[in-house]
């Protein structure tokens, strides 16, 4: 082996600007400027979110069904369980960051755990599979019954139930 001298490469590093990232938090602008939000447009912000948090329910209903009908063919299909668990972390995936904004955070919960959970590591056994369905289960009861916020007890209930079925079937022995 021929020991050569390496010779040293440099590197620049460049920064660019993120203009729009500036805009959006404010950055740029003189000190002490305040930034005016129309208060009209806020208003109309306002009530789109709200008629949006009334059709919350029935938009995730239809997920859940997605996610129900993808179960089912993991069930019926083993050797086609890698692909169901990819449709299935999708939807998981759209569903996870929208609870939070209607006020469904369990929701949210539920679908991050559930997306972890079908990952690429993820476990391909009957057990698995009943798990995913303890996750759309308990997301359906939320919906149902429309546990918002924390959820109150029934909702931390859900979540310590879904949680001690993933640890008693993901448990290393």
Avoid at 37 to 52: C, G, N, S
Avoid at 107 to 135: Q, R, W
């Amino acid at each position: 082996m021929v020991n050569e001298a390496k010779t040293p490469i440099k590197v620049r590093y460049y920064r660019f600007k993120n203009h729009l990232k500036e805009k959006t938090v404010g950055l740029g602008l003189d000190p002490g400027v305040l930034i005016d939000i129309d208060p009209a447009a806020l208003a109309r912000a306002q009530a789109a979110l709200e008629d949006m948090i009334e059709d919350y329910p029935d938009w995730v209903k239809t997920l859940l069904l997605k996610l129900s009908e993808e179960h089912r063919r993991a069930v019926d299909t083993p050797h086609e369980r890698r692909l169901q668990f990819e449709k299935i972390r999708r939807i998981a995936h759209d569903m996870k960051g929208q609870g939070g904004t209607f006020n469904y955070p369990l929701i949210t919960d539920f679908a991050d755990s559930l997306y972890n959970f079908t990952g690429v590591t993820a476990g391909m056994t009957d057990s698995h599979i009943e798990i995913i369905k303890v996750h759309i289960d308990s997301m359906r009861v939320v919906i149902n019954e429309r546990l918002q916020g924390d959820g109150g007890q029934g909702g931390q209930a859900l979540k310590i139930g879904l949680q001690q079925a993933i640890d008693k079937h993901t448990k290393v022995r």
